[in-house]
């Protein structure tokens, strides 16, 4: 018997000796190829980058290769983002606290909706959140290969770039041509492109009309005005022409009302004989019964001149009043929003050579729940500052504003913020027993700046401004059209009654005396 136990034991030990030693061996072979093909990711990045940015200095019309440049972008984002999340993952300086949110994005479950996104936490990434092993190998393997196949195939693309013309550029920094264009929305430009440029039937009455649908801030005005400055959509129409929600609220227009005291002029020639365009932009409730009398108006046989409708609104009842499929605009992929906010961030800094940086950046760009403001805001403030203890500061102040926003409220400060509902306004200082509350945001365009407040966001932010009572604080001026500043109205108050004014529902207040438990990755 003891024979027995003496030769199972020795067994036991010989395989686990065996077992070691072979793990320990496979981790040495798979090192160089695990840097090989880092290396090769970042060549294949590097090419995909160069032929995205000299295709967005030419003035592509073809269908197919814009197509195929949206794929370049997409797989360039998704590229850099895993490069970037392995090379945190990697680095010895990165601490270890640092490593797991690199990948997990977020220390809060976004099943329970304690994090900001539940896309954050997505299949393709769970492979990472594990930090190390054969998943994460098999993600960067199964991304080298699709880009690598992406840019074999980008060769005639290449030779077709050279046949469209240059558009004027200056030699911005990364972070500077970003702030000066509209990013990320390329295909749903040409999107509505396509449908303003293409001719209805012959004989045909109905006018052609396409909404576009999405929530607050999500970039409807920035698109539908590019749109309206694209050189084709210009040419093709003698007059383009907004419409506000003010504009329609009786539902009767005539042609002499276009352009007169009714909507504001975007674009007019009146030599060039061409149809109108209109546009009409709805704020929160749609008026069913205005709106439908209005685009009567508009389709009638005495405005016969006005061609195509866009009709924008966060309600998707308009979507029942298009001739075609509505245009859904929804935030940014992750993928492309991290690497808009790291470029802001950043700037001209590679973020590769500062791994334990670009892990505060990733954990960041979730936490601000794919908000371009947020982006700009945040994004600066570290720009301005680029060191790890302070970028560190900032991360742990925002994560843990953030918790407590979802803990009292159940919603992310940029949702309720949407709603027109009350929200807390993170402050990187703030003092004892107050709290600040924003109770609304509007934008407003850069003729009124003369009425803007001169009280800034990162005046309040810093601490360098102490406003009492209620106020308004100028958030962030756009430097791309239509040029909209926008404006917090804020009220300082004691944290004790901040909370009551806020938490008016019993789920709130249940909330509040039995808080969710925290699942941390």
């Given at each position: 018997m003891e024979a027995l136990v003496t030769a199972v034991l020795g067994d036991l030990i010989n395989r686990s000796i065996s077992f070691a030693i072979d793990k320990c061996c496979r981790g040495r072979r798979d090192a160089p190829a695990i840097e090989d093909n880092l290396q090769r990711l970042?060549?294949?990045?590097?090419?995909?980058?160069?032929?995205?940015?000299?295709?967005?200095?030419?003035?592509?019309?073809?269908?197919a290769m814009l197509r195929?440049?949206?794929?370049?972008?997409?797989?360039?984002?998704?590229?850099?983002?895993?490069?970037?999340?392995?090379?945190?993952?990697?680095?010895?300086?990165?601490?270890?606290?640092?490593?797991?949110?690199?990948?997990?994005?977020?220390?809060?479950?976004?099943?329970?909706r304690v994090c900001t996104l539940s896309s954050m936490a997505s299949t393709k990434m769970s492979l990472l959140a594990s930090g190390t092993g054969r998943e994460a190998e098999a993600e960067l393997q199964e991304v080298l290969v699709g880009l690598e196949r992406m840019a074999s195939d980008m060769k005639e693309l290449v030779v077709f770039l050279g046949s469209y013309p240059l558009l004027s550029r200056e030699p911005y920094s990364g972070h500077l041509w970003l702030q000066n264009r509209m990013f990320g929305r390329e295909a749903e430009q040409e999107r509505i492109i396509s449908f303003l440029l293409e001719p209805e039937p012959p004989g045909s009455t109905n006018l052609g009309v396409l909404p576009v649908i999405g929530r607050a801030r999500v970039g409807k005005s920035t698109l539908v005005e590019h749109v309206c400055f694209d050189e084709r959509v210009r040419k093709h129409f003698s007059l383009i022409v907004f419409l506000g929600a003010g504009d329609i609220d009786d539902g009767k227009l005539s042609p002499h009302h276009l352009g007169g005291n009714k909507g504001i002029i975007k674009h007019q020639d009146?030599?060039?004989?061409?149809?109108?365009?209109?546009?009409?932009?709805?704020?929160?409730?749609?008026?069913?019964?205005?709106?439908r009398r209005m685009l009567s108006t508009l389709r009638g046989a005495h405005t016969a001149h006005v061609g195509k409708i866009v009709v924008t609104s966060r309600s998707e009842k308009i979507a029942s009043f298009g001739t075609t499929q509505a245009l859904q605009l929804k935030p940014l992929p992750r993928e492309a929003f991290w690497y808009f906010f790291k470029t802001i961030a950043f700037g001209s800094t590679d973020a590769e050579d500062h791994p334990e940086l670009a892990s505060l950046c990733m954990e960041m760009a979730g936490l601000l729940n794919r908000s371009f403001i947020g982006a700009y805001l945040i994004g600066g403030l570290l720009r301005a500052n680029p060191c790890s203890q302070f970028w560190r500061k900032v991360h742990t102040c925002y994560r843990d504003f953030i918790r407590?926003?979802?803990?009292?409220?159940?919603?992310?400060?940029?949702?309720?913020?949407?709603?027109?509902?009350?929200?807390?306004?993170?402050?990187?200082?703030?003092?004892?027993?107050?709290?600040?509350?924003?109770?609304?945001?509007?934008?407003?365009?850069?003729?009124?700046?003369?009425?803007l407040p001169k009280i800034t966001f990162s005046d309040v932010h810093i601490g360098s401004a102490s406003p009492r009572g209620k106020f308004e604080v100028l958030v962030w001026r756009s430097q791309i059209p239509p040029y909209y500043s926008y404006v917090f109205s804020c009220e300082v108050r004691a944290s004790s009654s901040s909370l009551r004014i806020l938490a008016r529902n019993k789920e709130i207040r249940r909330r509040r005396r039995q808080p969710p438990r925290l699942n941390l990755m």
């Open positions: 970042r060549r294949v990045l590097l090419r995909i980058r160069i032929t995205v940015e000299e295709a967005e200095r030419r003035r592509v019309t073809n269908w195929q440049l949206q794929l370049m972008r997409e797989g360039l984002y998704h590229g850099y983002y895993v490069l970037n999340a392995y090379n945190a993952k990697d680095d010895p300086e990165v601490s270890c606290h640092d490593r797991r949110s690199s990948f997990a994005l977020s220390q809060f479950n976004p099943v329970k009146l030599d060039s004989g061409g149809k109108s365009l209109v546009v009409i932009e709805l704020d929160g409730h749609v008026d069913e019964s205005t709106l407590m926003h979802f803990l009292l409220l159940g919603e992310h400060p940029s949702d309720l913020i949407a709603k027109d509902r009350p929200a807390y306004l993170w402050r990187l200082t703030s003092k004892t027993g107050t709290a600040l509350i924003v109770y609304s945001c509007y934008q407003t365009c850069s003729a009124r700046e003369h009425d």
